[in-house]
Protein backbone atom coordinates (compact mmCIF):
# COMPACT_ATOMS: atom_id res chain seq x y z
CA UNK A 1 0.00 0.00 0.00
CA UNK A 2 1.37 3.35 -0.89
CA UNK A 3 0.29 6.76 0.91
CA UNK A 4 0.74 9.95 -0.31
CA UNK A 5 0.01 12.71 2.41
CA UNK A 6 -0.15 16.58 1.70
CA UNK A 7 0.03 19.67 4.04
CA UNK A 8 0.71 22.73 4.21
CA UNK A 9 -2.66 24.42 2.67
CA UNK A 10 -4.50 27.33 4.02
CA UNK A 11 -6.21 30.39 3.77
CA UNK A 12 -3.85 33.28 2.22
CA UNK A 13 -4.14 36.41 0.64
CA UNK A 14 -3.52 37.50 -2.46
CA UNK A 15 -0.14 38.05 -3.58
CA UNK A 16 0.57 35.48 -0.45
CA UNK A 17 2.52 32.64 -0.17
CA UNK A 18 2.03 28.43 0.24
CA UNK A 19 4.45 25.65 0.69
CA UNK A 20 2.82 22.57 0.23
CA UNK A 21 4.58 18.75 1.13
CA UNK A 22 3.91 15.41 -0.18
CA UNK A 23 4.98 12.92 1.65
CA UNK A 24 5.01 9.17 0.17
CA UNK A 25 4.84 5.74 2.85
CA UNK A 26 4.24 2.78 2.76
CA UNK A 27 5.68 -0.09 0.49
CA UNK A 28 8.54 1.27 -1.73
CA UNK A 29 7.18 1.84 -5.41
CA UNK A 30 9.43 2.84 -8.35
CA UNK A 31 8.18 6.15 -9.36
CA UNK A 32 8.57 7.69 -12.73
CA UNK A 33 7.21 11.32 -11.90
CA UNK A 34 5.60 13.27 -9.08
CA UNK A 35 2.87 15.93 -9.47
CA UNK A 36 0.24 18.28 -8.29
CA UNK A 37 -3.08 18.60 -9.60
CA UNK A 38 -5.97 21.25 -8.63
CA UNK A 39 -9.54 21.36 -8.43
CA UNK A 40 -11.79 24.27 -8.06
CA UNK A 41 -15.59 24.30 -7.17
CA UNK A 42 -17.41 22.97 -9.92
CA UNK A 43 -14.35 22.44 -12.27
CA UNK A 44 -12.39 19.33 -13.43
CA UNK A 45 -9.00 18.66 -11.97
CA UNK A 46 -6.08 19.99 -13.75
CA UNK A 47 -2.43 19.66 -14.17
CA UNK A 48 -0.29 22.49 -12.16
CA UNK A 49 3.36 20.70 -11.95
CA UNK A 50 5.37 17.99 -12.29
CA UNK A 51 8.99 16.56 -11.56
CA UNK A 52 10.64 13.30 -13.28
CA UNK A 53 12.32 12.07 -10.28
CA UNK A 54 15.53 10.83 -12.00
CA UNK A 55 16.07 14.09 -13.94
CA UNK A 56 14.52 16.61 -11.64
CA UNK A 57 12.82 17.74 -15.18
CA UNK A 58 10.09 20.07 -14.22
CA UNK A 59 7.19 21.18 -16.18
CA UNK A 60 3.97 23.88 -15.22
CA UNK A 61 0.78 24.97 -16.37
CA UNK A 62 1.13 27.56 -18.36
CA UNK A 63 -0.59 30.40 -15.45
CA UNK A 64 1.73 29.42 -12.94
CA UNK A 65 5.09 29.74 -14.42
CA UNK A 66 6.95 31.93 -12.52
CA UNK A 67 5.40 31.88 -9.71
CA UNK A 68 5.25 27.96 -8.72
CA UNK A 69 8.42 25.95 -8.08
CA UNK A 70 7.69 21.99 -7.61
CA UNK A 71 11.05 20.42 -6.06
CA UNK A 72 11.65 16.88 -4.26
CA UNK A 73 13.73 15.67 -1.23
CA UNK A 74 15.18 12.27 -1.74
CA UNK A 75 15.75 11.43 0.99
CA UNK A 76 12.69 12.68 2.66
CA UNK A 77 10.48 11.00 -0.06
CA UNK A 78 8.79 13.99 -0.17
CA UNK A 79 7.39 16.58 -3.12
CA UNK A 80 6.78 20.55 -2.62
CA UNK A 81 5.04 23.02 -4.34
CA UNK A 82 6.65 26.54 -3.27
CA UNK A 83 3.80 28.86 -4.62
CA UNK A 84 4.33 32.99 -4.73
CA UNK A 85 2.24 35.34 -5.84
CA UNK A 86 -0.84 33.72 -5.07
CA UNK A 87 -3.99 34.49 -6.99
CA UNK A 88 -7.72 34.18 -6.58
CA UNK A 89 -8.03 32.01 -9.25
CA UNK A 90 -4.95 29.66 -7.52
CA UNK A 91 -8.18 28.47 -5.03
CA UNK A 92 -8.75 25.21 -5.11
CA UNK A 93 -8.24 21.72 -3.71
CA UNK A 94 -4.57 20.65 -4.41
CA UNK A 95 -3.70 17.22 -4.93
CA UNK A 96 -0.47 15.18 -5.26
CA UNK A 97 0.04 12.40 -7.22
CA UNK A 98 2.37 9.35 -8.25
CA UNK A 99 3.06 8.18 -12.09
CA UNK A 100 5.29 4.34 -11.52
CA UNK A 101 5.97 4.42 -15.21
CA UNK A 102 5.76 6.95 -18.18
CA UNK A 103 2.80 5.66 -19.81
CA UNK A 104 1.21 8.98 -21.65
CA UNK A 105 1.57 12.31 -21.09
CA UNK A 106 1.91 13.70 -17.61
CA UNK A 107 -0.18 16.29 -17.85
CA UNK A 108 -3.00 14.11 -17.64
CA UNK A 109 -4.42 12.45 -14.30
CA UNK A 110 -5.28 9.31 -15.93
CA UNK A 111 -1.41 8.69 -16.49
CA UNK A 112 -0.92 8.94 -12.51
CA UNK A 113 -0.82 5.85 -9.86
CA UNK A 114 -1.18 6.81 -7.24
CA UNK A 115 -3.20 10.13 -5.53
CA UNK A 116 -3.27 12.15 -2.10
CA UNK A 117 -6.26 13.27 -0.27
CA UNK A 118 -5.97 16.93 -0.69
CA UNK A 119 -5.30 19.90 0.85
CA UNK A 120 -7.68 22.84 0.31
CA UNK A 121 -5.69 26.22 -0.73
CA UNK A 122 -8.04 29.57 -0.22
CA UNK A 123 -6.62 32.90 -2.48
CA UNK A 124 -9.25 35.85 -0.57
CA UNK A 125 -8.70 39.06 0.75
Known amino acids: QVQLVESGGGLVHPGGSLRLSCAAS????????MGWFRQAAGKEREFVATIIWSSSSTYYIESVKGRFTISRDNAKNTVYLQMNSLKFEDTAVYYC??????????????????WGQGTQVTVSS
Open 26 to 33: GRAFSRYA
Open 97 to 114: AAARRHSGTLYSPGNYDY
